[in-house]
């Protein structure tokens, strides 16, 4: 465990540089150094988009995934290919409850009834430039019902449905065809853990 915690940070001023999609804080700040002196003051815009659920769906008697497969500009800074290879994923409303998003954007994005669902972890997407915490969650699904283009058209979404093997799923990791951080640790946590889960929903 850290030494440090909240109280030893000292936030000066916050500014809203920006608003629009997203939003744009820039903080100072000191904080206690290891050394036990206070840091002189610092500077930080911070990104903030709320904090979101991703859920990695399953159907245990095809031993298929739900996936999708959507365009996202940011991506061509690095990628020859901007179509991401994901698991469905949406943004925690205020007073919104995380199992109520995991339902919603499931049926949303992929046309799909959750069952058995089940958080795995969650981790911080990018602590040295957001705030947002990425909650993951494991779910059973009839992977039969599971095809077609999905979306929101006021939000532009054009998501298209992707059943997939264990095995294909496995050789999409291995080659780097799925290339972003939610889909890769949910489903490397569903390879490690996938006993356990089972045994998890087979009590339920």
């Known amino acids: 465990m850290s ?3 909240n109280k030893d940070v000292t936030i000066i001023k916050k500014e809203n540089v920006f608003e629009g999609f997203f939003k744009m804080i820039k903080y100072s700040f000191t904080h206690k150094k290891y ?5 002189d003051v610092v500077v930080r815009e911070v990104f903030e988009r709320g904090h979101a659920v991703a859920v990695l769906a399953y159907d245990r ?3 298929e995934f739900v996936l999708i497969e959507q365009f996202r500009f940011p991506a061509m800074a690095t990628s020859n290919d901007p179509w991401m290879i994901e698991i469905v ?3 925690i409303e205020e007073g919104e409850q ?4 995991c ?3 499931a049926f949303e994005e992929a046309g ?6 089940t958080k795995a972890l969650s981790y911080l997407s990018s602590p040295g430039g957001t705030t947002e915490r990425l909650h993951i969650y494991m779910a059973q699904v009839d992977a039969s019902t599971a095809h077609g283009i999905h979306g929101l058209d006021y939000e532009s979404e054009d998501i298209k449905v992707l059943r997939v093997s264990e095995t294909q799923a496995r050789e999409w990791l291995k080659i780097g065809k799925i290339d972003n951080a939610a889909a890769i ?3 490397q946590w569903f390879f490690m853990n996938k006993d356990e889960l089972f045994a998890r929903w087979d009590a339920e």
Do not use: C, P, W, Y
């Open 35 to 39: 050394d036990g002196n206070q840091s």
């Open 98 to 101: 995380e199992v109520e998003v």
């Open 89 to 91: 994923a949406g943004i």
């Open 112 to 117: 799909v009834v959750l069952q058995n669902l």
């Open 61 to 63: 008697s095809l031993q």
């Open 185 to 187: 640790i949910a489903l």
């Open 3 to 5: 030494e440090f915690s």
């Open 103 to 105: 339902k919603r954007e």
